[in-house]
């Protein structure tokens, strides 16, 4: 596993990050901590999760591997900060009041005494970003957070929250979390330059398009039960559209014509995207994750990655991820 720099910052990640969002829901704890295990023994040191996941289940997972292997000092822990907890107005969203009470529940359950990366999961309308930004500057200031980054924001939405930190010389956003695949490149024409040009890095997830890119979808074909297109509406709006079945009949072929699997080569694509600084890649199980890591020993070049079947530069099928629902 390779390393590289996060963004500007001096954080040093492992080239693919091991993302929990299955943990405590689609992987019980056996199968979780057997899929970091796994991750640790190729050299990964960065796990993404966040407080809604499984409503906290994924982190309370993640906190029992870290304190059973006793690895917490190798690790590099990002969580996230936004989803509703609870039926409370305040227990949901980007106010002062819900930041400080979930990096607290975020740390009991992670059983550690700081996140290393803190992301906002995505844009809240109804809280001034100064306050936001503000309060996460107290968390770096305070020791219970050491880099701030964010999700699923437009460009303009994380050019404004840059120039706020600037202004008031608060800590800075040092990445951002966002959708990228061979089927969904939005954020090809405004997000990538942005973030080349302020030194920001990229984390990426849905590599392989919610399994749409493992060509196991059909069009015409009944969902297989408990996929993620069926079990998750956003995925299904994500995703399931005509054009994108026509790409992924194209982009299996060209797996099967280089005599690699399709995950490897979604993997493969997204790594090949030079702004690109880690893709995030989730599982269910071992032999899931065993096959979309061989992605890291193919090396695209550019005119290769380009011949290869994907939406247009800049495209994405299906509903923008920006803005769907909470997951």
């Known amino acids: 596993m390779d390393y590289v720099r996060f963004g ?35 050299g990964g040191n960065f796990l993404d999760t966040a407080d809604k996941y499984s409503l906290g289940g994924s982190e309370e997972v993640v ?35 819900h930041i400080q009470k979930a990096i607290e529940a975020s740390l009991r359950r992670l059983q550690t005494d700081v996140i ?22 107290d968390l770096v200031r305070q020791g219970k957070v050491r880099y701030i980054s964010s999700s699923n924001l437009s460009a303009w939405q994380l050019g404004k929250y840059l120039h706020a930190a600037e202004r008031n010389l608060w800590s800075r956003f040092i990445g951002i979390q966002q959708v990228y695949s061979a089927l969904n490149r939005g ?60 790409v992924v009949e194209a982009f299996v072929q060209a797996a099967k014509e280089r005599g690699i699997t399709a995950p490897q080569l979604a993997l493969a694509w997204v790594l090949a995207e030079p702004r690109v600084t880690c893709p995030i890649v989730g599982a269910r199980n071992l032999e899931q994750l065993t096959d979309t890591l061989g992605g890291l020993e193919i090396s695209l070049t550019t ?7 994907s939406m247009p530069r800049g495209r994405w099928v299906g509903k923008d991820p920006v803005y769907d629902r909470e997951f």
Not at 303 to 309: F, L, Q
């Open 63 to 97: 906190g029992r591997w870290l304190k059973q292997r006793g690895v917490r000092e190798g690790i590099v822990l990002a969580t996230k900060v936004h989803g509703t907890m609870g039926p409370a107005p305040n227990d949901g969203g980007l106010s002062r009041l």
């Open 187 to 246: 954020i090809e024409t405004e997000v990538l330059p942005l973030c080349d040009a302020d030194g920001l890095g990229v984390m990426t997830y849905n590599p392989l398009a919610g399994g749409m890119l493992t060509g196991k979808y059909a069009s015409g074909r009944a969902l297989p039960r408990g996929a993620r297109l069926d079990a998750y509406q956003q995925y299904h709006e994500r995703y399931h559209t005509e054009e994108a079945f026509r």
């Open 303 to 309: 005119e290769e990655r380009a011949a290869i079947p």
């Open 8 to 42: 500007r910052s001096g954080l040093k990640v492992a080239r693919v990050c091991l993302g929990t969002m299955t943990f405590g829901r689609e992987a019980d704890e056996q199968t979780s901590f057997e899929l970091m295990d796994r991750y640790l023994e190729l």
């Open 116 to 137: 290393d990366v803190y992301h906002i999961h995505r844009w809240d309308p109804d809280v001034p970003l100064e306050e936001t930004l503000e309060a996460l500057n």
